[in-house]
């Protein structure tokens, strides 16, 4: 197959914009993929959300992030990344997922998904694994999980104001989705496995704690979630087993997300068997399959805080140092 573009890149976030930035001054054409809207994972975060990075950390290929306060919401950096799209002129796809890819090194075949269900294909030189770590989220693996009440992703909290509210985990988004609704007037139960929230990032962590003693928030910990029923949860008690039927209208399970790590197989890249990282060569960035690197938080596997956009924005740059030499390589045979 004749390769159309240089660089196919699969996923719109952070990781996959700056790496077509850093492909495009490298002299490559790159085209991104996205199955959703422009930076889609981004999009489902808290409506309200407010970044804990500051700006300047969260700036892509030199652009200057201007922000209200000293660190931006997710509706500025919304803003920013389509700015960042329209200014670098990047080839995007929208609502185009990657289903499979084929090929080798200098010819690879991406079978594309329209939202239509209609397929394509792409072809390309070097393809760059840029999907996230947010594609599924973590079940608690109880009965009643599926009930409509369940809500993996927490968006704003109008809908639960004086309503009985259960956050399940004790890390970052537990912690700052508990405290929103408790602060907008919904009821708040935290379940967490853990004593404490040490989890959490530091400046939460006597926020959460001060709720807690103030009887704003109910904290039952270290416990687990039993079973979900219509109209309660059942909890259990790690250190007594008692067992606690806790009111209920909705539930939130925060236990983190998994990245897609059938679609790193599908493209024939392994995976560390424990921490689901795929094996990247550190310095590059390319994976096992010559051509295939990995960008952004996927390359941190089921590790969560190892990587995130203050990192991943310069993934591109190495990638792009090894891409240049494997297409000089290619040039001379
Ligand atoms: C609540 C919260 C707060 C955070 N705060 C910070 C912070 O303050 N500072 C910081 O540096 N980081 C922060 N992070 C982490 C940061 O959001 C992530 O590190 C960042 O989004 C990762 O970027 P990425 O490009 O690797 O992946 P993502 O942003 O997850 O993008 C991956 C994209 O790939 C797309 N995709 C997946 N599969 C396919 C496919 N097969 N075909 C086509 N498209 C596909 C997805 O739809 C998605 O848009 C935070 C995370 C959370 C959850």
């Known amino acids: ?158 809908p639960y104001w004086n309503q009985e509210v259960l956050v399940v985990g004790g890390k970052n988004s537990a912690v700052e989705s508990a405290l929103v609704m408790a602060r907008a007037g919904c009821r708040v139960t935290i379940v967490h496995r853990e004593r404490d929230f040490a989890g959490a990032k530091y400046w939460l962590r006597p926020d959460i704690e001060n709720r807690i003693r103030e009887g704003r928030i109910r904290a039952l910990m270290p416990a687990e979630v039993v079973s979900i029923e219509p109209r309660h949860v059942t909890v259990r008690m790690t250190e007594t087993g008692e067992e606690l039927h806790v009111d209920n209208d909705w539930v939130f399970p925060m236990i983190g997300f998994e990245p897609d790590r059938r679609f790193l197989e599908r493209c024939g ?34 590790i969560s805080g190892m990587i995130f956009i203050e990192n991943a924005r310069f993934h591109g740059d190495r990638i792009l140092a090894r891409a240049q030499a494997l297409a000089e390589q290619m040039a001379e045979r």
């Open 269 to 302: 890249v392994t995976l560390d068997p424990e921490t689901r990282q795929p094996h990247v060569d550190p310095e590059t960035l390319e994976t096992e399959v010559p051509g295939i690197f990995c960008a952004g938080v996927i390359i941190g596997g089921n």
């Open 1 to 158: 197959m004749k390769s159309a573009i240089d660089i196919a890149i699969v996923g719109s976030g952070p990781a996959g914009l700056s790496t077509a930035d850093a492909a495009q001054r490298a002299g490559f054409t790159a085209r991104v993929f996205e199955r959703g809207c422009l930076a889609d994972n981004i999009w489902r975060f808290p409506t309200f959300m407010q970044w804990h990075s500051t700006g300047e950390n969260l700036e892509l290929g030199g652009l200057p992030l201007i922000c209200r306060g000293e660190k931006p919401t997710r509706q500025e950096y919304l803003e920013y990344l389509r700015r960042f799209v329209e200014v670098k002129e990047i080839d995007i796809r929208l609502y185009t997922e990657v289903t499979r890819v084929q090929g080798e090194l200098g010819d690879f075949c991406l079978t594309l998904r329209d939202r239509h269900g209609e397929e394509s294909t792409e072809a390309a030189r070097f393809l760059v694994i840029a999907t996230g770590g947010f594609s599924t989220p973590h079940r608690l693996g109880v009965p009643g999980e599926d009930l409509p009440k369940v809500r993996p992703l927490f968006d704003e909290p109008h």
